[in-house]
Nanobody, 123 residues
Framework: QVQLDESGGGLVQPGGSLRLSCVVF????????IGWFRQAPGKEREGVSC???????DYADSVKDRFTVSRDNAKNTVYLQMNSLKPEDTAVYYC?????????????????WGQGTQVTVSS
């Protein structure tokens, strides 16, 4: 059974950091690209970052130079390191398998999703 579990969200002050984890079950991570998405209240879901099976990455312009995606295939886990967090980063963050590792379009190529983890950036 395919399953993705996100964790690591929480409340952090502006300028702080969080590291999200996405653990996958039921398939070998090294065969898949994993996308990170977020959805803020009243807004559409947007792509944030993607980690390809080849180890390449893509980022939304809004998070470039602040967020870093990485993976540990042996642990079946993808990470999203988020630094210099801003109030506008507040959202529920999701990971999903995607057949295209390109932030602008990957939402149309997703198959399996996690349940999401809340990130709140506030003083």
């Amino acid at each position: 059974q395919v399953q993705l579990d996100e964790s690591g969200g929480g409340l952090v002050q502006p300028g702080g950091s969080l590291r999200l984890s996405c653990v996958v079950f039921g398939f070998a991570l090294d065969d898949y690209a994993i996308g990170w998405f977020r959805q803020a209240p009243g807004k559409e879901r947007e792509g944030v970052s993607c980690s390809s099976s080849r180890g390449t990455a893509d980022y939304a312009d809004s998070v470039k130079d602040r967020f870093t995606v990485s993976r540990d295939n042996a642990k079946n886990t993808v990470y999203l390191q988020m630094n210099s967090l801003k109030p506008e980063d507040t959202a529920v963050y999701y990971c999903a398998t995607t057949r295209r590792c390109e932030v602008a379009t990957m939402t149309h190529f997703t198959d399996f999703w996690g349940q999401g983890t809340q990130v709140t950036v506030s003083s």
